[in-house]
C-alpha cells in the first residue's frame, strides 16, 4: 500500500509538470522515478521555460489531517511563510517510506513559465500522504535547506500523535489527531 501511495504522489507531480508544459522532444519528466530531476526545453516559442526557486530564508508550516475514517494515511499539508509568483506555483518535495520512518524533502518552488503563470502571488503548497500501517512508533524526518527535522509519530488505534519540539524552521499544528 505504501508502494502506492508512493506512486499515487509521483503520478500526481507528474500530471501537474504535464499539464504546466507542452510536451516536446525535449523535455523530461521525472526520469529513472526521480521527481527531483527535471528537463525542461528551452524553446521559448513554445512558452518559455519553468524555473525552481530555492526556499533559502522560508519556513514551512504543515497541517497533518486523518483520511477517511482510518488512521493509516495521513495528508501532509504544507505551505511556505513567503509567497512566490505565479497563483499556480507549486511546493516541490521528495518522499520517502519505509516500515519505521517517513522523510519529506522540500526542494523548492516551481514556477511555471510566463505563458502559464496565472499572475499573482501566493504561498507555495503541496499535499502528500504518509502511510502509517500499524500501531507504533514512526520515526518522522523534515528537511528544508539542508536542515533535518526530526520528531515520532505515535499511532495508537485511530489516534496520531508528533512529539515535533521545533517552533521555527518546520512547524507542525495540530500535533495530535
Not at 125 to 153: A, E, Q
Not at 155 to 168: A, D, L, R, V
Request: aromatic letters at 8%; hydrophobic letters at 35%; glycine letters at 6%.
Amino acid at each position: 500500500m505504501r508502494k502506492a501511495l508512493l506512486i499515487a504522489n509521483t503520478l500526481i507531480i507528474t500530471v501537474v509538470m504535464v499539464c504546466l508544459y507542452s510536451c516536446s522532444k525535449d523535455e523530461t519528466v521525472a526520469p529513472e522515478g526521480s521527481i527531483k530531476a527535471l528537463k525542461v526545453s528551452s524553446d521559448t516559442t513554445s512558452g518559455g521555460t519553468a524555473t525552481t526557486v530555492a526556499l533559502t530564508g522560508d519556513q514551512i508550516r504543515i497541517t497533518p489531517s486523518l483520511i477517511s475514517d482510518t488512521a493509516n494515511y495521513i495528508y501532509i499539508t504544507s505551505e511556505t511563510l513567503n509567497n512566490y509568483n505565479c497563483l499556480n506555483n507549486t511546493l516541490m518535495t521528495v518522499v520517502n517510506s519505509s516500515a519505521s520512518s517517513q522523510t519529506v524533502e522540500y526542494t523548492g518552488v516551481l514556477i511555471p513559465a510566463a505563458a502559464y503563470c496565472n499572475a499573482g502571488q501566493k504561498k507555495a503548497t503541496i499535499t502528500n500522504v504518509l502511510y502509517l500501517p500499524t500501531n507504533g512508533t514512526y520515526n518522522f524526518v523534515v528537511k528544508l535547506n539542508g536542515t533535518s527535522y526530526t520528531c515520532s509519530v505515535v499511532k495508537n488505534g485511530n489516534s496520531i500523535t508528533f512529539s515535533w519540539p521545533y517552533t521555527s524552521g518546520v512547524t507542525i499544528s495540530p500535533l495530535s489527531l
